[in-house]
């Protein structure tokens, strides 16, 4: 019985300094800890002075992009008047860490002439103060209304220069493949294009870019044995998938001139960032020479838009 509790009390003794021993390694190992999670926070810390916050997240950059144009910019002959200017942006705002507000200043029925005459313009210059100035003019209403070369070119002038002047990155961009401009207003359609390319090379300006869309339109169209007929919408206006194809041909457009980055205005002098279609002369083999004569056409009469 004796030696029983003995046992027993040898067993207890050496239970109750195991417990004690344990708790004083668990105090150990709290301490170490403590100052491991002290020592991180400290480097985290110093990390977070040294390379800056903003270099450990995304860099979100948000662009207004202010949009003019007629119907055709406006998205005439898409469902939901999503036009393939709306889907360039869109798909840049998809693909890139900028963000583009699309404000749409479209007007339907209008041309350069008409709204430099209202003297609206410039007010949405002032009031919208975008990053970005798209002029997509279809040109199809200032071949209906004749309008002289000499007043187009000074109108796309005027626009230019009056978004330059709010720090704008100015893009100018033609319009889609349509019947009209591929078939009864091509010549026409070209002398105004041309007058655009001439204006943007003769400003020399690197915020100043002339996209050639429809050239580009036109290439796709050849190389994939299609034409105007699969685009249709109307006369005037390409059909959904129209303003599909040209919005993706627009986003490459933009993609290989600018890359992935934002649309940056360039200070004045400085070295164009890659633009190969835009700010020099125009594309040789797109654009015809043109010239004043026969402005009027001879297609049938489309309601101007």
């Keep these: 019985m004796r030696r029983r509790q003995v046992v027993r009390l040898t067993a207890r003794g050496a239970h109750t300094w195991g417990r004690r021993l344990g708790w004083i390694a668990s105090g150990a190992l709290l301490a170490v800890g403590g100052w491991c999670v002290g020592w991180l926070q400290s ?4 990390v977070l002075a040294a390379d800056g916050t903003a ?3 995304a860099r979100l950059t948000t662009e207004k992009v202010m949009v003019v144009g007629g119907s055709m910019a406006h998205g005439w002959k898409d469902p939901h008047d999503d036009s393939y200017l709306r889907r360039a942006f869109a798909a840049l705002t998809a693909s890139t860490d900028t963000t ?4 749409d200043r479209t007007v339907v029925g209008g041309s350069p002439v008409t709204l430099d005459r209202d003297g609206k313009y410039q007010a949405w210059l ?11 003019w279809g040109l ?5 209304d004749k309008t002289p070369l000499e007043a187009f070119r000074q109108a796309i002038a005027d626009e230019i220069e009056q978004a330059l002047a709010q720090h704008a990155v100015v893009l100018v961009v033609t319009s889609p493949v349509t019947k009209a401009t591929a078939t009864y207003n091509h010549a026409e359609d070209e ?3 041309q007058v655009e390319s001439d204006v943007v090379a003769s400003l020399d300006n690197p915020n100043v870019y002339y996209l050639d869309l429809n050239r580009d339109m036109t290439l796709y169209m050849e190389a994939h044995h299609q034409s105007w007929k699969m685009y249709y919408g109307d006369a005037w206006h390409p059909n959904e998938a129209g303003h ?6 627009l986003f490459d457009e933009l993609v290989s001139t600018f890359g992935m980055g934002p649309i ?3 200070v004045t002098g400085s070295p164009n960032p890659g633009n190969a279609t835009g700010n020099a002369t125009g594309n040789a083999t797109g654009n015809a020479t043109g010239n004043a004569t026969g402005l009027g056409g001879t297609g049938a009469s489309q309601p101007a838009g």
């Design 43 to 46: 480097r985290d810390t110093s």
């Design 55 to 57: 270099s450990l997240s």
């Design 100 to 103: 583009y507000v699309y404000d």
């Design 126 to 136: 002032e009031e919208d103060k975008p990053q970005v100035v798209v002029l997509s």
């Design 140 to 144: 199809l209403n200032d071949i209906y």
């Design 191 to 193: 002398a105004y294009m």
């Design 244 to 249: 599909a194809l040209a919005g993706r041909l």
């Design 264 to 266: 940056e205005w360039q």
